[in-house]
């Protein structure tokens, strides 16, 4: 018989599936579901509330909590699903995502992970304030694109919908300040990457934007997108929209204000033309 207790564990509220659906796109951390959920059904109001409600999910053997790694006291937590919580979301039948999703992130990607997952949730916050839907979100290494028997896995992809139905399409690339910038050898650099995007875009008729968000300084904004303009295959499309993420979540209205710039240098919105 199950006890009056155990109903809080067993129930799943909007609030809780949109967290799932927040989960599902990245490992996310307190303050990082606190800020986001200002697009939920029922925002949470406090850094308390979402540990609550995370404690009682993890429990019910609906979410996982994992730490970073740190150098002092204090490991900062982050949660993903389980699969319960991928079957409650997606249905029984849904393909199996890759068992990475369920599992921690490793120790060499966590500041990818972490800085990836503050630029996310900062462009969704800003685009539902814009009153612009986010839709078609695939999350880091989900999706394989495919030119001229070369692949590349975009860091996330995602589609900006306006009111009046138009939309965008954007890949997203975290640059950690880690990789190349220009190599001959490594199939990490950015110089082969944006080769890999100049060829993608000449192959489709549906033009879209790569988001170069990343954590260093001008100079390495400079160097990024100095590399793309060396490697634009047409001059004047803007293919690479670069802002450090600095920038980036310091500017309240990300999505219509001209925070990027192009390999041209110039300025440049992500909805100016919806």
Not at 81 to 91: A, D, E, I, P, Q
Not at 156 to 172: I, T
Request: positive net charge; proline residues 4%.
């Amino acid at each position: 018989m199950r006890k009056a207790s155990d109903s809080p564990l067993r129930l799943v509220t909007p609030r809780d599936r949109d967290l799932f659906e927040a989960l599902d796109r990245c490992p996310l951390t307190v303050r990082q579901l606190l800020k986001l959920s200002v697009t939920f059904a029922y925002p949470f109001t406090t850094e308390r509330r979402v540990q609550e409600r995370l404690q009682y999910l993890c429990e019910a053997g609906r979410v996982r909590r994992w730490f970073y790694a740190t150098a002092g006291q204090g490991a900062l937590s982050y949660y993903t699903l389980t699969m319960l919580s991928y079957r409650l979301l997606h249905g029984e039948d849904a393909a199996s995502p890759s068992r990475g999703v369920f599992e921690p992130v490793g120790l060499s990607r966590q500041p990818h992970t972490q800085a990836l997952a503050d630029a996310l949730v900062h462009l969704f916050v800003c685009a539902r304030a814009a009153g612009i839907a986010v839709e078609d979100f695939k999350r880091e290494n989900s999706l394989r694109l495919n030119c001229a028997e070369e692949n590349l896995f975009p860091d996330g992809a995602f589609r900006l919908v306006g009111a009046d139905g138009r939309s965008f399409a954007f890949f997203l690339e975290l640059d950690n300040s880690t990789e190349s910038i220009r190599s001959q050898t490594s199939l990490d650099s950015w110089q082969r990457k944006v080769r890999f995007y100049e060829r993608y875009q000449d192959s489709k008729t549906e033009r879209f934007r790569v988001l170069a968000v990343t954590t260093g300084g001008e100079s390495r904004i400079q160097n990024l997108l100095a590399c793309a303009a060396s490697l634009a295959r047409n001059p004047q499309r803007s293919l690479v929209y670069g802002v450090s993420l600095e920038a980036l979540v310091a500017e309240p209205n990300a999505v219509r204000s001209p925070c990027f710039r192009n390999h041209r240098g110039e300025t440049a919105s992500l909805v100016q033309s919806l």
